[in-house]
């Protein structure tokens, strides 16, 4: 017996149980995988002592996930001189007490953090399909399409406070500070480009002569948002939302970023160049997924140790 348009039987069987093993490396086993990126950055002033910075983003907490939960607390264990939370930590609008959880031994440390998206409003289900066109149309997020109508809201206050509570800095269109180790390190951060709440101008000017070191913190590294912040002369800019493009081909890499950022930049330490300006771009894969689409392919989920060293 063959199957229609004269592909035989067992050719389609086959594909389909190609397919599903696919589909159930990808959810059961590379979305649980996580690991950690080492990457040093030489962006502090001669004679400095390094310090390291562990950055997390888009958690994407969903009620029950044990695993990761217990790998986010395991993270304590190195360490860092501060962290840097750059957004999306849920996916559930009753996951609030297990991010708090995860983040638990995480907020022992000096912190900053920035909201994306999924932090404002719980997810949707979409044809994973629309990045491709969405790219192809240019068009992301909130910028250049409809606004969303009927979204769910997340109880993103009570994660706000218990953060604030820690000692952690809110960065949301605004700037801050930490002394760490005897220098003076500046931040300046912007609310989620994604969905146009950002407010450059409330923040410009450039980093902070007196500090030591300026670092640029957003969700969604939008091209917009790097280009000011190189064009101010930021040294480093640290972001996430891409979620590394989470779905990618062995040997070639992703296909979408879900904004206008190149793919080749998609994930992990790069720099970016405007006016003869240049920054260090960081943009973290990310820990989680969209419970709609909770799969990864060839982009393990990942937190990132970033050792920032003195410049050469």
């Known amino acids: 017996m063959r199957a229609r348009y004269g592909v ?12 599903a093993a696919g589909v159930a490396y990808a959810a059961g086993f590379e979305a649980r995988s996580f690991r950690l990126r080492r990457v040093t950055v030489p962006v502090l002033p001669a004679g400095a002592r390094p310090l390291r910075v562990l950055q997390v983003s888009d958690i994407h907490m969903v009620g029950g996930q044990r695993k990761k939960r217990a790998w986010l607390q395991s993270l304590a264990g190195l360490r860092p001189d501060f962290v840097v939370n750059t957004g999306d930590n849920l996916s559930d609008t009753e996951g609030v007490p ?9 907020m022992e440390f000096p912190g900053v953090y920035v909201f994306g998206s999924n932090d404002y409003y719980g997810p949707r289900l979409r044809n994973p399909g629309r990045y ?5 149309q240019g068009r992301h997020g909130l910028n250049g399409n409809k606004p969303v109508v009927g979204a769910v809201h997340n109880p993103w206050e ?6 604030d509570a820690a000692g952690w800095l809110n960065l949301t269109n605004t700037r801050g500070r930490l002394k760490l180790n005897g220098m003076e390190l500046a931040f300046t951060g912007l609310d989620d480009p994604h969905i146009k709440r950002d407010r450059y101008e409330r923040v410009a000017g450039g980093p902070e002569a007196d500090a030591d070191l300026s670092i640029a913190v957003v969700h969604a590294p939008y091209l917009r948002v790097l280009e000011s912040f190189t064009a101010d002369r930021y040294p480093l800019i640290l972001a996430g939302h891409t979620h590394g493009g ?4 062995p040997f070639y890499g992703a296909l979408v970023t879900n904004c206008d950022l190149d793919t080749k930049r ?6 970016y160049e405007t006016g003869g300006e240049r920054s260090y771009l960081h ?5 989680g997924t969209n419970r709609f689409t909770p799969v990864r392919f060839a982009c393990p989920p990942e937190a990132t140790l970033l050792t920032l060293a003195p410049k050469a």
């Open 132 to 136: 491709l066109i969405e790219k192809a």
């Open 8 to 19: 035989p039987l067992k050719v389609t069987a086959g594909i389909a149980a190609v397919g």
């Open 246 to 249: 989470q779905l990618c081909v």
């Open 98 to 106: 297990e991010l708090l959880d995860a983040l638990g031994p995480l």
């Open 158 to 163: 009570g994660m706000r406070d218990a953060f």
């Open 266 to 271: 998609v994930k992990g330490l790069s720099t």
């Open 283 to 287: 943009v973290s894969a990310g820990c």
